[in-house]
């Protein structure tokens, strides 16, 4: 009888969606939005902020139809300002795909 080690569980990789285009995948793989009472709209690295969050894709039309669409503010229940579209904007030319090549 031969002993095999006992298959090791897989371990839980937590899933979010784009807001904007729908795409499932890693939380990890995303870009955390949070609405703070104080800042407004603030990118979250840590993906940890306190406030309402909403995820990004790293694709540019997502980036490009949140700063200027609503489906964004409907997610984070607020209303975007110019400050905070700006903020995106600026934030959008260091998140936005380097992986695939594009921009």
Not at 13 to 22: A, F, G, L, Y
Not at 32 to 60: E, F, I, M, W
């Amino acid at each position: 009888m031969s002993q095999s080690a006992p298959a090791k569980p897989r371990k839980h990789v937590p899933e979010r969606t784009c807001v904007i285009c729908c795409q499932k995948t890693a939380k990890r793989s995303l870009i955390r939005l949070v609405r703070t009472l104080d800042q407004g709209v603030q990118v979250d690295p840590s993906g940890k902020r306190n406030g309402r969050g909403a995820y990004l894709c790293h694709r540019a039309e997502c980036w490009q139809r949140a700063i200027s669409g609503e489906a964004l503010a409907k997610a984070l229940r607020t209303t975007l300002t110019a400050e905070d579209r700006a903020r995106l904007q600026a934030a959008a030319l260091q998140f936005v795909l380097h992986k695939d090549g594009a921009s």
